[in-house]
């Protein structure tokens, strides 16, 4: 299947730099390069009675880095959570998004969690996940926002080894400030 590809949407640039990202963060790999495919996740918590959000953490990782990652997780993790994924897939009718370009507003698809479909703005905190290939996002497998129930829901299903693993990764590569530390830990990086 081709590529769906369309400019990259400011939900999904770096905050830090206002502009989308251009190194991933673990092996610095020009992420603009046509062709390089890597995922960005952003951390986004509700302020002052939702009315604002802000990003509490972001990053850029190039796909061999996230696959990298992803060994650090254990099979039974794995298994669990690939088994959640699945069920949330098919209570949402299938895995065959299709999403109408003409129509497709991205504001509108993130602003409710893409497993549960709840607002995310009644929320405490959210994710932002985007897969992008060089300077162009891709929508084949499409952007979600992801809700703090699923996040919680998801993080119970990891092994104490890969919440360790993650957080030593977390740790390692976005040394999240001591706030964002609580609130993450434990927490997986997605699964795609
Ligand atoms: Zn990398």
């Known amino acids: ?5 369309i400019d990259i949407p400011e939900e999904f640039y770096s905050d830090g730099e206002g502009k989308p990202f251009e190194t991933c963060v673990v092996c610095g790999k020009n ?24 990003t509490v953490f972001e990053y850029a990782m190039c796909t061999d880095c996230y696959e990298e990652m992803q060994k650090g997780m254990s099979e039974e993790s794995m ?3 690939q088994g959640y ?20 507003n991205l504001k ?4 409710n969690c893409f497993f549960k479909d709840k607002p995310v703005k009644e929320m405490k905190e959210y994710q932002l996940i985007g897969q992008f290939s060089g300077n162009k996002m891709v929508l084949n497998t499409p952007p979600m926002a992801i809700g703090e129930e699923v996040m919680e829901e998801m993080s119970e299903l990891l092994s104490t080894q890969t919440k360790g693993e993650m957080d030593r990764f977390r740790e390692q590569f976005l040394g999240p400030p001591p706030e964002i530390e609580e609130l993450f830990k434990g927490r997986k990086i997605l699964l795609l």
Not at 1 to 5: F, G, I, S
Not at 37 to 53: C, F, G, L, Q, R
Request: net charge negative; glycine share 6%; no cysteine.
């Open 1 to 5: 299947m081709d590529e769906v590809l």
């Open 108 to 111: 509108k698809w993130l602003s």
């Open 79 to 81: 298994r669990n959570l």
């Open 85 to 104: 994924y699945q069920k949330l897939i098919a209570d949402k009718g299938g895995p065959y998004l299709s999403i109408n370009l003409h129509e497709f």
């Open 31 to 54: 992420l603009k390069d046509p062709g390089t495919h890597y995922v960005v996740e952003k951390a986004m918590k509700n302020y002052a009675d939702n009315e604002y959000s802000v």
